[in-house]
């Protein structure tokens, strides 16, 4: 197979490709793929109905699992000729339980052993829930809103994020990378920034749509989400000063009202293994956990 670097251009064949597919994972969004492409130094290649994608990691080709509505055993044939001409074996990251099945099922005669990495599992929710708080399981996070509105009355605002906008996005992001110490050493916060970047200098390209949210006209959280599949918009961002008590809380639940009508689901991503990420998303009660993992195969 012929794997290059994913472009806008693909975007049209893509999409219709990750519909097909049905999956529900933040790795399978094409924004994802555009935006950290960079970052993660991943290769796409589109063929015979399907995208396929691949990485490199511990000397060996890492491939994610093919997405489209073809014969997924041919598709993996694909793969394991591809991993061939390496001299190794199909070796995954980001699979769905489901997707583990099927590896294991095509490939028999391969003994894999298949391995959570929670720290990359999605977190995904009704849009209704996040976009009403109802119920006692809310409760908290009504009160945010609550005291948010009270303290900054006739003093905030909430926009559409417009193309006006990116440079005071970009200068805020920063502002809060330093705030957060995320500028103090490579992590995956620190990558995201990259990906940030990237995804405002191609947001209309990309179809994303966002907001933010201002204080006596100064930026206090921003967040965006795009398309995933018909059913599930994928919320790739969302930054605020933690000192503006209930800014996470309304930025939050302002961008789930706007996208509830047309999507039932919102994938909130993962947590990255960061205990104060892994709080902040269980508090809004997802719908499903989806759990991910790697594969890593031997002859027997």
């Given at each position: 197979?012929?794997?290059?670097?994913?472009?806008?251009?693909?975007?049209?064949?893509?999409?219709?490709?990750?519909?097909?597919?049905?999956?529900?994972?933040?790795?399978?969004?094409?924004?994802?793929?555009?935006?950290?492409?960079?970052?993660?130094?991943?290769?796409?290649?589109?063929?015979?109905?399907?995208?396929?994608?691949?990485?490199?990691?511990?000397?060996?080709f890492l491939y994610s699992y093919p997405l489209g509505g073809g014969?997924?055993?041919?598709?993996?044939?694909?793969?394991?000729?591809?991993?061939?001409?390496?001299?190794?074996?199909?070796?995954?990251?980001?699979?769905?339980?489901?997707?583990?099945?099927?590896?294991?099922?095509?490939?028999?005669?391969?003994?894999?052993?298949?391995?959570?990495?929670?720290?990359?599992?999605?977190?995904?929710?009704?849009?209704?829930?996040?976009?009403?708080?109802?119920?006692?399981?809310?409760?908290?996070?009504?009160?945010?809103?609550?005291?948010?509105?009270?303290?900054?009355?006739?003093?905030?605002?909430?926009?559409?994020?417009?193309?006006?906008?990116?440079?005071?996005?970009?200068?805020?992001?920063?502002?809060?990378?330093?705030?957060?110490?995320?500028?103090?050493?490579?992590?995956?916060?620190?990558?995201?920034?990259?990906?940030?970047?990237?995804?405002?200098?191609?947001?209309?390209?990309?179809?994303?749509?966002?907001?933010?949210?201002?204080?006596?006209?100064?930026i206090v959280a921003y967040t965006f989400a795009s398309h995933l599949?018909?059913?599930v918009a994928d919320v790739h961002v969302e930054k605020a000063l933690?000192?503006?008590?209930?800014?996470?809380?309304?930025?939050?639940?302002?961008?789930?009202?706007?996208?509830?009508?047309?999507?039932?689901?919102?994938?909130?991503?993962?947590?990255?293994?960061?205990?104060?990420?892994?709080?902040?998303?269980?508090?809004?009660?997802?719908?499903?956990?989806?759990?991910?993992?790697?594969?890593?195969?031997?002859?027997?």
């Open positions: 197979m012929q794997f290059r670097e994913i472009t806008l251009e693909d975007m049209p064949l893509a999409l219709p490709l990750i519909e097909q597919s049905g999956c529900m994972a933040c790795d399978a969004s094409f924004v994802n793929m555009f935006i950290w492409k960079d970052i993660y130094h991943s290769l796409v290649c589109i063929r015979d109905g399907f995208l396929f994608r691949r990485g490199t990691g511990r000397s060996r014969n997924i055993g041919d598709a993996l044939s694909l793969i394991r000729a591809d991993a061939a001409e390496a001299d190794g074996l199909p070796a995954f990251q980001g699979l769905t339980e489901e997707q583990c099945s099927v590896v294991a099922e095509v490939y028999q005669d391969i003994d894999y052993t298949f391995e959570k990495t929670p720290q990359w599992a999605d977190y995904i929710y009704l849009s209704s829930d996040l976009a009403s708080l109802r119920g006692k399981k809310y409760h908290s996070k009504r009160n945010f809103i609550h005291r948010f509105t009270a303290e900054y009355e006739g003093r905030y605002e909430l926009r559409e994020i417009t193309a006006d906008m990116f440079d005071d996005i970009w200068r805020f992001n920063l502002e809060w990378c330093a705030r957060e110490g995320c500028m103090h050493g490579h992590n995956g916060v620190a990558s995201e920034s990259c990906a940030i970047r990237t995804a405002l200098e191609n947001y209309a390209a990309l179809g994303l749509h966002g907001q933010v949210l201002y204080v006596d006209g100064a599949l018909d059913t933690v000192s503006v008590t209930g800014a996470y809380a309304v930025i939050n639940q302002s961008l789930a009202a706007s996208l509830a009508p047309r999507y039932r689901y919102l994938n909130r991503e993962e947590d990255m293994g960061i205990d104060g990420l892994r709080q902040a998303k269980a508090s809004y009660h997802p719908a499903l956990h989806l759990m991910r993992y790697s594969a890593r195969g031997i002859q027997p």
